[in-house]
């Protein structure tokens, strides 16, 4: 088989890189053009619309996140569930992926108001919170994890972490992750002694670990490692 990326693949990430430089709001079919080495009229011919082009694409990244579930069910399940929770830390040079994101969050905008993306987002969102409970129920029938309400746990777990990345992406002072205007010596990102703060999204990783993850576990089992959940999940975006 050929290692060479399919043309729908080449759209998909020029969509990823249109996105990324100019925002859902002002993307056009030429930007994404630009970006894959296609013309626009071999956009057109596949996609009437851009809502059918971003549509397809928001089927494309839901797709790809479920693949890295697949990839980790065999994992022990703390383990997994660690690295669920570093999936959402954004690093302080994790600027392409924040301006990613933040575009992700515009289309999400869209889905009061336009039934398809509506059902993407409903897609993403059922992965989200069945992963959690996937690995949660694997885990207590492991004896890994107490018996707790594995829904409810699910859902607080999802929305923690999915509002700390909404938050960082919209009210902190950039992919440094600390609020604008927030007092502490620029150059180290508010730091005092010469090391850059933790991101938003990290410090709320670390605290959901701390404060909802640690008690779910069974008498004797060692606290999962945030490191190694975002290790986990750095190497899958290398070798993409």
Known sequence: MSDQPSAAEEIMDGVYRALRAHGYADVTMQDIADE???SKSLLHYHYDTKEDLLVAFLDYVITDSEARVRAHADDPPAERLAGFVGWFVFEA???DREAFHIALLELRTQGPFNERIREQLVRSDRLLRGTV???LESGIEAGVFREVDV???AALIVATLDGARTRQITLTGGADGTD???E???ETGGSTDGLPEPTYTRLVAEATLRRIV???LAEGVDPPSL???IAAMTRDDETE
């Open 36 to 38: 894959c080495s296609k």
């Open 180 to 182: 604008a205007g927030s």
């Open 214 to 216: 640690e008690p779910l």
């Open 133 to 135: 409970a996937d690995i």
């Open 151 to 153: 829904s409810e746990t």
């Open 93 to 95: 040079d994790a600027a």
């Open 184 to 186: 502490g010596d620029a």
């Open 227 to 229: 490191a190694d959940g």
